[in-house]
């Protein structure tokens, strides 16, 4: 899910949701992985055909091999975007 809201002619608020899920059988092992990644940010135009984007993006992935290992793991990063 993405969107995007326009707070004025320059500045525009984005926002995304996805959500992956993946279930398959390894050697015998019933793997299950999910990945949730989640971005807020703020875009300002520069032109009609060049925006500057600063978004904050968050990733959660776990990872359940079998009923005695789960491993969960959490990433943020900052990217800085710009379009010619």
Do not use: C, P, W
């Not at 943020?76 to 010619?84: M, R």
């Amino acid at each position: 899910m993405d969107a995007a809201f326009d707070l004025s002619g320059s500045f525009t608020l984005l926002g995304s949701f996805k959500n992956r899920k993946v279930n398959f059988d390894d050697t015998g092992f019933a793997v299950r992985m999910s990945q949730d990644m989640a971005s807020l940010g703020v875009a300002y135009k520069l032109n009609a055909d060049n925006y500057l984007a600063l978004q904050h993006v968050m990733i959660d992935y776990s990872e359940n091999l079998d009923s005695d290992v789960n491993s969960q793991s959490s990433i943020t990063k900052a990217t800085l975007n710009v379009k010619f």
